[in-house]
């Protein structure tokens, strides 16, 4: 069964990173997956969270919301920004970062990561991740140009892609159509290491086999690869 778009069951959506899309953001990109676009944003910021202030260290956090029109009906503001799936969202975003920066070696600062979805066509967690890290490395590298930081601050790069099973195939980077028809739908983050960072999946109907998860995390992987590939051949042009 062919998929919506005509993809191979492996091949990823066409991904397209925008940097420095807006002016006034440390480190600003517009990421592009397909039919979905996120607009992430870095900030960063002379203080630290009072828990931190003994630290020395800093701390990196991150917003997500979908704006009104980004699907079919209009979202209410309010609700884009705070439902429970959103606060999760935001929590899984600033997990997967954190796990790529060393927030010690930052200062007293804090990296506020804005993930807006301009338009959902599924998979706007994986790619605000995706395009979250490219934002983060932009605006660190100012500091370490300027010999604030240390260049060690980043670790390593890290990235996000979802895989499924619809009609008993296995396929990657789901769009919305195929992510509402998923009997299992997986959520992956890996690091530039090859480790992962964070796994999310859940069967809709049908409880799945090992064989199909580790089937699904060996795609997943092969999908990260490529996006790690796509960060780094952009990062190195800027």
């Not at 799945?208 to 190195?236: H, K, N, S, Y």
């Amino acid at each position: 069964m062919p998929r919506i778009d005509h993809r191979l069951n492996d091949q990823l959506r066409p991904i397209k990173f925008t940097p420095h899309f807006t002016t006034y953001a440390e480190g600003s990109v517009l990421i592009e997956t397909g039919n979905t676009r996120v607009l992430c944003n870095a900030t960063i910021e002379d203080k630290v969270p009072s828990w931190r202030e003994e630290s020395g260290g800093g701390w990196l956090t991150a917003e997500y919301a979908m704006l009104p029109r980004s699907t079919h009906r209009r979202i209410s503001r309010r609700q884009g920004s705070e439902d429970a799936r959103s606060q999760e969202i935001r929590r899984l975003i600033g997990r997967a970062l954190r796990a790529v920066v060393d927030v010690d070696k930052l200062g007293a600062r804090t990296l506020t990561l804005d993930c807006d979805v301009i338009q959902a066509d599924g998979g706007t967690r994986t790619a605000s991740i995706t395009g979250g890290y490219v934002a983060v490395a932009i605006a660190l590298q100012k500091l370490i140009k300027a010999y604030q930081i240390p260049a060690s601050v980043l670790t390593t790069p890290v990235a996000a892609v979802s895989v499924g099973v619809v009609g008993s195939q296995l396929l990657l980077d789901l769009c919305y159509e195929e992510d509402s028809a998923a009997e299992v739908d997986l959520n992956v983050v890996m690091n530039g290491a090859g480790k992962f960072v964070e796994i999310q999946g859940t069967a809709e109907k049908t409880p799945f086999d090992q064989e199909t998860l580790l089937a699904l995390v060996a795609l997943a992987r092969q999908g990260i690869e490529q996006l790690l590939a796509q960060q780094a051949e952009l990062l190195t042009r800027l």
